[in-house]
């Protein structure tokens, strides 16, 4: 059975960061691209961040220079290092591992950018 499980979301300031973490069981986790997604309330789903089984990265550009994302195959576990965070950075945030043509998503965890 394969989960995905996030945490690490909570509010935070305007400017503050947040890491988010996404453990991964039930796949060959070294084998997957993983990706970092978000929901805006009323909004659809959208990328974030990946990083492929060989660690090239790609950002959307409304975070690029801000948001990290790293992995780490030991632990079956990605990393979202989000920095300088602006309210509109507001969302549900979803881990997706992919493998091939076979998807996977996480329950997601909320992140509130607000003073």
């Known amino acids: 059975q394969v989960q995905l499980v996030e945490s690490g979301g909570g509010l935070v300031q305007p400017g503050g960061s947040l890491r988010l973490s996404c453990a991964a069981s039930?796949?060959?986790?070294?084998?997957?691209?993983m990706g970092w997604y978000r929901q805006p309330p009323g909004k659809q789903r959208e990328l974030v961040a990946v990083?492929?089984?060989?660690?090239?990265?790609n950002y959307a550009d409304s975070v690029k220079g801000r948001f990290t994302i790293s992995r780490d195959n030991a632990k079956n576990t990605v990393y979202l290092q989000m920095n300088s965070l602006k309210p509109e950075d507001t969302a549900d945030y979803y881990c997706?591992?992919?493998?091939?043509?076979?998807?996977?998503w996480g329950q997601g965890t909320q992140v509130t950018v607000s003073s």
């Open positions: 997706h591992a992919r493998r091939r043509v076979t998807g996977y």
């Open positions: 039930g796949i060959i986790f070294r084998d997957n691209t």
């Open positions: 990083i492929t089984s060989g660690g090239t990265t």
